[in-house]
């Protein structure tokens, strides 16, 4: 008998009958097979619909499969007593079925070994974070993934656009995308034949009139840097009027700061935010700012700087205490707080903080991982800022600068991809989702093929085309399971 008491007053008014769904039965004669082998073997099956859960949980009421289930409509007080009763080794329910959205995350599932994918998501990270149920910390047996795709139905659309962003966000990790010997050398060369780098290729890709790694946001915003010497020397000015201020009244790390040396001209992009900081403040008394980098040592020198010329800050990096934090940003949004710049390095002010007292925010440098910096801009940029908010981002022309910053926009840029923000389905293929393509075994394998009979991957790794060549149809699976699944079931007929 079934022994789960979640939700099977719905199994019992789903119709059932056993050709109902193709991946039911199969689902049906896997698990068979599965339990066949092993008495301790327990399985998880993920789908993001309720509806097929209720089919499910119908067919396993019919072939007396004990199950449990969790779903939206389960209460979150029973969740985890569903998953203690899963990993009991005495129980007999050796079958999860969970919805993609509310078990998909946050739930240990270590008990079992098999995960079956009875349809997939657009976002390849929900399947990901699925498979993390059961293959994670504490897992200490082989692991099985099933993925089961309908032949030419919209199932192999979606595989194939997972495969896609996949592949996109290895680019974007670096995984696929590594520096070449010569791409690292040139990070340590100063290029003195150009004023940017960044601009010269924006300018290449506008001339061939093509994005093929700059979307039209990226040349858009890649078009209007401007060169700080044009700044400085319409900030000049109001940077020596501004200088005469208040004593530094800074208490935090102010020891680190007195013994750095210091000299105007030490750094080009110190003497420039000394003169942005200086424009800021004449413009405004209520305006504040955030200066984000990635190395102490800036910030010891930005502090000197600071000291130098009289000019209030507060300072979190990773040597400032938990406990402190919270008073530091407190005294940064106290209106009356003479202290107006906020100095974070971006591992340890970058999350968590609320600094929407400041409309300003300064990158001193970049970091190889744009998700970075845009965390940092969220500490500015976020709900309760009601002004205008400006970012500005500081590179040296024909340094590594250019190129961290270069491999951020292109990162971005498949990011987007990734996302659909650059890459929405045409009319064609929208109807196209909605169409039984009966001329091919499997569209998947076929672009596969194709890909490697160009010899080229344009879309596809070389994992990834591993992975898809390993498919098997299911007619011929079944056949080789059709003895264990009938003496389970009973059933004499070819259920392919």
């Known amino acids: 008998n079934n022994n789960n008491n979640n939700n099977d007053n719905n199994d019992t008014q789903i119709p059932y009958h056993e050709h109902l769904s193709h991946k039911i039965s199969f689902i049906r004669s896997l698990l068979f097979q599965i339990f066949n082998n092993s008495n301790c073997e327990r399985v998880v099956i993920i789908t993001s619909f309720v509806r097929t859960i209720d ?126 010997n010569d791409e690292l050398a040139s990070l340590f060369v100063v290029n003195t034949e150009t004023k940017s780098e960044t601009n010269d290729l924006v300018q290449q890709q506008q001339q061939q009139q093509q994005n093929s790694w700059l979307s039209e946001r990226a040349i858009k915003e890649l078009s209007s840097w401007e060169r700080v010497s044009d700044v400085e020397n319409n900030n000049n000015n109001s940077s020596n009027s501004s200088s005469n201020n208040n004593n530094n009244n800074n208490n935090n790390n102010d020891n680190n700061d007195t013994q750095i040396p210091y000299h105007e001209h030490l750094s080009h992009k110190i003497s420039f935010i000394r003169s942005l900081l200086f424009q800021i403040f004449n413009n405004s008394n209520c305006e504040r700012v955030v200066i984000i980098t990635s ?5 010891d020198l930005l502090a000197r700087m600071f000291s130098v010329n009289n000019i209030n800050y507060l300072r979190i990096d990773g040597s400032t205490r938990i406990q402190d934090r919270q008073l530091f940003v407190d005294k940064f949004h106290h209106p009356e707080r003479e202290e107006r710049v906020m ?22 440098d970049g970091d190889w991982n744009p998700m970075i910096d845009e965390q940092a801009i969220s500490r500015i940029w976020r709900f309760g800022q009601n002004r205008e908010c400006f970012i500005y981002r500081l590179l040296c022309a024909g340094t590594v600068d250019e190129k961290i910053y270069q491999r951020q926009v292109t990162k971005t840029n498949e990011e987007n991809n990734i996302l ?15 169409v039984v393509n009966t001329e091919t075994k499997s569209e998947t394998n076929d672009l596969v093929q194709q890909q490697q009979q160009q010899q080229q991957n344009s879309w596809l790794s070389e994992r990834a085309i591993k992975e898809l060549s390993s498919w098997e149809r299911v007619s011929d699976v079944e056949n080789n399971n059709n003895n264990s699944s009938n003496s389970s079931s009973n059933n004499n007929n070819n259920n392919n």
């Open 343 to 364: 100095l974070l390095s971006s591992t340890a002010g970058g999350v968590g903080l609320n600094l929407t007292a400041a409309n300003h925010i300064i990158f001193v």
């Open 420 to 434: 659909g923000i650059n890459n929405e389905f045409s009319n064609d293929e929208l109807a196209s989702l909605f």
């Open 55 to 180: 089919l499910l949980a119908r067919m396993f009421s019919v072939n007396n499969i004990n199950y449990l289930r969790i779903d939206g409509s389960t209460r979150i007080q029973d969740r985890q007593l569903f998953v203690d009763k899963f990993h009991h080794p005495e129980r007999e329910e050796r079958v999860m079925l969970l919805s993609s959205t509310a078990g998909g995350v946050g739930l240990n599932l270590t008990a079992a070994n098999h995960i079956i994918f009875v349809d997939g998501d657009w976002n390849p990270m929900i399947d990901e974070q699925a498979i993390s149920r059961i293959w994670r910390f504490g897992q200490n047996r082989e692991c099985f993934i099933y993925r089961l795709l309908c032949a030419g139905t919209v199932d192999e659309k979606i595989y194939q656009r997972q495969v896609t962003k996949t592949n996109e966000e290895n680019n974007i990790l670096g995984i696929n995308n590594e520096f070449s």
């Open 295 to 299: 190395f102490v040592r800036t910030i």
